[in-house]
Nanobody, 115 residues
């Protein structure tokens, strides 16, 4: 079992930065983890992943602007978001995917970027 809690969302102006945090309970070392987002009226989409093998992957629309990091000892996942755009406005979710394929999700944190 993994329990995830996101924080760090908020309102920021165009070009600004935010750092999202995801605190995990459970043994996450063997889990692939990532950030997803859902914008109003749109489907949830992948933002970035940090696998258990410590590889990272980013959606094209955030490459060069967002950075995902992870600390298994602290049981934390972060998403540093720079050069934010209004189209980044969404609810951001932390995800953990284990060897069994089961997905765990946090409750989400709202990010709003004003133009």
């Amino acid at each position: 079992q993994v329990h995830l809690v996101e924080s760090g969302g908020g309102l920021v102006q165009y070009g600004g930065s935010l750092r999202l945090s995801c605190a995990a309970e459970g043994f996450i070392t063997i889990y692939d983890m990532g950030w997803y987002r859902r914008a109003p009226g749109k489907q949830r989409e992948l933002v970035a992943t940090f696998t258990a093998r410590r590889t990272t992957n980013y959606a094209d629309f955030v490459k060069g602007r967002f950075t995902i990091t992870r600390d298994n000892v602290k049981k934390m996942l972060w998403l540093q978001m720079d050069s934010l755009k209004p189209e980044d406005t969404a609810v951001y979710y932390c995800n953990a995917n284990g060897p069994s394929g089961r997905d765990y999700w946090g409750q989400g944190t709202q990010v709003t970027v004003s133009s």
